[in-house]
């Protein structure tokens, strides 16, 4: 079976960090692009992140640039997001979406990982 | 990067059909081919429902179709079925090699 399963979600304080993980199985993770996207409570979409197959290429959201850092283990099969100097509007439902290659849209989601940021 | 325009609600009733707008500008919806539309049941992850503003997935209902004119995108699900309640997204690869997600419509099967 095809899934994405995200984790390290929990609650943590303004300014500390966290670390998320994707565990991906049952597709060649090799020949997928990553995302992050991430859901606030109540409220729609947001693209957080994403890294090429081969690492090369990586983007963020303005929101999040210089705070957070996405990457991949191949041989593990596994996406990451290190989270650092989170913030109460860091709080949301994170997902992490595979996409094949280069196209530009996120064939499978997983079921998502709450971050919730608050003293 | 600003979300992409979609209207809050769309309502239907069975067997009708309806069509959901996102607008966005020339650096996203208007500039490339790389629209997409998520469905999102409450409490479950998105779903893909079409890609690359009119390809619909494998397997996928035909019921539900793509378009795209200027710097908006359509999404039309025809015979609405009450399965077809739930929240749509579209999003757009942009200028700045992100992507960008629409504000959101939840369709209502009255």
Redesign the interface.
């Known amino acids: 079976e095809v899934q994405l399963v995200e984790s390290g979600g929990g609650l943590v304080q303004p300014g500390r960090s966290l670390r998320l993980s994707c565990a991906a199985s049952g597709f060649t993770f090799d020949d997928y692009a990553m995302h992050w996207v991430r859901q606030a409570p109540g409220k729609g979409l947001e693209w957080v992140s994403g890294i090429s197959l081969n690492r090369r290429s990586i983007g963020y959201a303005d929101s999040v640039k210089g705070r957070f850092t996405i990457s991949r283990d191949n041989a593990k099969s596994s996406l990451y997001l290190q989270m650092n100097s989170l913030r109460a509007e860091d709080t949301a439902l994170y997902y992490c979406a595979k996409a094949f290659l280069t196209t530009a849209y996120f064939d499978l989601w997983g079921r998502g990982t709450l971050v919730t940021v608050s003293s | ?1 600003s ?1 992409l325009t979609q209207p809050a609600s769309v309502s239907g009733s069975p067997g009708q059909s309806i069509t959901i707008s996102c607008t966005g500008t020339s650096s996203d919806v208007g500039g ?1 081919n ?1 629209v ?1 539309w ?1 469905q ?1 049941h409450p409490g479950k ?4 429902m079409i ?2 503003v009119s390809n619909r ?1 494998s397997g996928l209902s035909n019921r539900f179709s793509g378009s795209k004119s200027g710097n908006t995108a359509s999404l039309t699900i025809s015979g609405l079925q009450a399965e077809d309640e739930a929240d749509y ?1 579209c ?1 757009s ?1 942009t200028s ?9 419509t939840k369709v209502t099967v009255l």
């Open positions: 990067q979300a490339y790389y997409s998520y999102q992850a998105p779903k893909l890609y690359d997935p997204y999003s690869y700045s090699s992100t992507y960008v997600f629409g504000t959101g």
